[in-house]
């Protein structure tokens, strides 16, 4: 007999109850809203988590897992399940089927992962679906019959960003950017405070016209070297950022439809009102 599975083993019904405590991992928290079973997961998940769930959850958030794929029916036990949220997990891969057994999601959010290409049938069983966010993600290609079986489909979301690693590199040639110029400002101006210093304790005497060298001299170099830094970060960021896009535009060409451009955004909505809105955590 399993326990919170949706079906009542027990005569009154006792296994089906207080789900938030019996049913609830220990990287998890778990509550009731409205009668709604909500689980949240936000510090990782594995596959065991998901095992150690129960079944009648309606809303599910899973972030910061290390999962590299969805496997086929993963989630199908979560037969209740109404909003998924799958956000900043590193998924590469959504197979066919990774959603098989969802019938009543309304609402799902894959943002902030790291695959490249939505296969055909990549949302395949999930018949009520009506609402998709997928935003901050490498997206290059989407398959033809990628959306497939979405009958009820009201919002859309497409929003492409970059993968993990390339904001990792980013993020290391801002640093490296800001140490090269601090430290030539910090070279240029700590003879001067170095001097201060001396001369004010009176560990040595500086004589005046070394003060005016350098003031005349040695500072200028501080504003003479910044434009050309500024100049050299920049000439390398936007080549790198050239090449970058000659990769990308020839890997696309090689595989499914791409889309349009770097920076698409795309919305479709044909509804006033967000499921997110009834459902969201």
């Not at 009648?56 to 199908?76: A, C, F, M, P, R």
């Not at 030539?184 to 201060?196: H, R, S």
Request: proline share 3%; net charge negative.
């Amino acid at each position: 007999m399993e326990v919170c599975d949706g079906t009542k083993h027990c005569l009154l019904g006792e296994d089906e109850r207080n789900c938030d405590v019996n049913r609830c991992p220990s990287e998890c928290t778990c509550y009731y809203n409205n009668d709604a079973l909500y689980v949240r997961c936000q510090s990782g998940w594995t596959a065991d988590t998901i095992d150690n769930m129960a079944a009648i959850t309606n809303v599910l958030e899973l972030t910061g897992g290390s999962v590299k794929k969805l496997d086929q029916g993963l989630l199908k036990r979560f037969l209740k399940l109404q909003s998924l949220f799958l956000t900043n997990n590193g998924i590469r891969d959504i197979q066919t089927l990774s959603f098989d057994g969802l019938s009543k999601l309304l609402w799902l959010n894959i943002s902030q992962d790291n695959f490249t290409t939505l296969a055909n049938d990549a949302f395949k069983g999930l018949d009520m679906l009506q609402g998709i966010v997928i935003k901050d993600v490498p997206l290059t290609s989407i398959a033809e019959f990628a959306f497939r079986g979405l009958k009820e489909l009201q919002i859309l979301v497409l929003i492409r960003g970059q993968d993990a690693k390339a904001r990792d590199e980013e993020e290391m040639s801002v640093a490296l950017r800001m140490a090269v110029i601090v430290g030539t400002d910090f070279c240029c101006w700590m003879p001067v405070i170095v001097m201060g210093l001396l001369s004010q304790t009176g560990a040595v005497i500086i004589q005046p016209h070394m003060y005016a060298w350098t003031v005349v001299f040695i500072l200028p170099i501080n504003s003479s070297l910044n434009p050309y830094l500024y100049t050299i970060f920049s000439m390398i960021s936007a080549r790198c950022s050239a090449s970058g896009s000659r990769d990308s535009s020839n890997a696309a060409q090689q595989g499914a439809p791409k889309l349009s451009t770097s920076s698409d955004i795309a919305v479709c909505r044909r509804a006033n009102t967000c499921p997110e809105d009834d459902t969201r955590l």
